[in-house]
């Protein structure tokens, strides 16, 4: 007799990581919500009555016997905790060997969803390297950083609707492309680049609108790996003055595994240095440390081209949340703020093509001898992402993909 976690772990999947994910059984069954534990999809479901395991309250029965992340990301961050320590004990119990083994499926023949039902979305600008680069090769002539940018986490409201699960085929969007004419033509993206990005997956209820940020991270459920495709060109010329709209709104996908943030303490931070004194809602000075030291890897066509690191971003997710909440705005279990483009100081921490080629002015050459500056029909982008967990182990995010089709 042994446990499930000592028997099926892997390095990345051990039992401290346990990420969420929605499937369908190759039977055809679900779906449903498991976590993963190694190459296995384990459903909860079906661990909640299985022999020698302890038997759950009945509200993580409720939250759990579920298709998805809903019920559980509705319940808030004590039912959270709930569960997480639920699924562990069943998975360390002695003698879970056998009953997670013979609920479980390899993750590979396992079809996996969208694991939660997408509120509201919104789109962030964290990055001080990402949005110094993008202000030095739009506005050479001025400061790379807009006025307002170490006041407040720049943000825009997106599309929730179109934001889909790794695997998901992106069709190359059509649209107005501005041309030296000054008149615009209609066609297929010329400029279609990645975000890479980090996802954060929120719940709980805020009746009362407003989040301080002493509150922020109880409404924080967990964290994904974010490509939030782009169209440059369509984005460059419909964006003035109101912002991004089709060329950002086409497709942004999501790697299929929540990480709690419960199994990311070891992987907390601080933030960089702030530069400008925050306004009261925004200062975190005093307050525990959010930054999170996950190093995200970009891959083209599965060669690695970059590796951004999450913990330079200037902003974290809890002041993203307080943000989005000061002027009341409710929070709804299933909104989702993606960081923006992670990009660090240097040249192959750059998460996106447009920073990559400088704007498409100096192709970059990928492993296999090609030079690229932005995406081409039939690639495929894979983004990865991994942070420390506790006593030197790793907690693996997995990988979102996405393979690019030609315009319809
Ligand atoms: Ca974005």
Do not use: C
């Amino acid at each position: 007799m042994t446990t499930a976690a000592e028997a099926y772990a892997t390095p990345g999947f051990g039992v401290e990581n346990l990420p969420y994910g929605s499937f369908t059984a190759p039977d055809g069954s679900g779906p449903v919500l498991g976590v993963r534990l190694g190459n296995l999809a384990v459903p909860l479901e079906r661990l909640l009555d299985a022999p020698g395991i302890p038997a759950p309250s009945d509200a993580i029965r409720r939250t759990l016997a579920a298709p998805n992340l809903d019920l559980l990301l509705a319940a808030g961050r004590q039912s959270w905790t709930d569960a997480r320590v639920w699924i562990t004990e069943a998975l360390t119990a002695e003698g879970s060997d056998s009953p997670a083994r013979a609920a479980s499926h390899p993750v590979e023949a396992v079809t996996l969803h969208l694991p939660f039902t997408v509120a509201d979305y919104v789109d962030g600008y964290a990055s001080e390297h990402h949005a110094s680069n993008i202000g030095k090769m739009f506005r050479p002539d001025q400061p790379p950083l807009l006025p307002n940018w170490k006041h407040l986490p720049v943000g825009y409201h997106g599309r929730a609707g179109t934001i889909v699960v790794s695997g998901t085929p992106v069709p190359r969007p059509k649209g107005l492309r501005p041309e030296p004419s000054g008149t615009p033509s209609f066609g297929p993206s010329r400029r279609l680049d990645i975000e890479a990005e980090l996802g954060f997956v929120l719940g709980g209820t805020a009746p009362a609108g407003e989040v301080p940020l002493t509150q922020a991270a109880d409404h924080l459920f967990g964290v994904v790996v974010f490509n939030d495709w782009s169209a440059r060109d369509i984005q460059g010329y419909e964006y003035v003055p109101l912002g991004p709209y089709l060329g950002k709104s086409f497709a942004s996908s999501v790697s299929p595994w929540v990480v709690t943030t419960d199994a990311l303490t070891a992987a907390r931070v601080g933030p960089p240095q702030r530069d400008m004194p925050l306004a009261p809602y925004l200062d975190d000075d005093s307050l525990e440390n959010w930054g999170l030291d996950i190093t995200l890897e970009v891959l083209v066509d599965g060669r690695t081209v970059s590796q951004p690191p999450a913990k330079t971003l200037y902003w974290t997710a809890p002041q993203m949340i307080a943000h989005m909440t000061v002027n009341g705005a409710s929070l709804r279990p299933g909104d989702f703020i993606g960081s923006g483009t992670i990009s660090g100081p240097n040249v192959h921490e750059r998460g996106s093509f447009m920073e990559l080629s400088w704007g498409g002015a100096e192709p970059f050459t990928l492993d296999s001898g090609r030079t690229m500056t932005f995406l081409e029909d039939g690639q495929s982008i894979t983004i990865k992402a991994t942070a420390p967990g506790p006593n030197g182990t790793v907690i693996n995010f997995g990988e979102v993909e996405g393979r690019i089709t030609p315009a319809s």
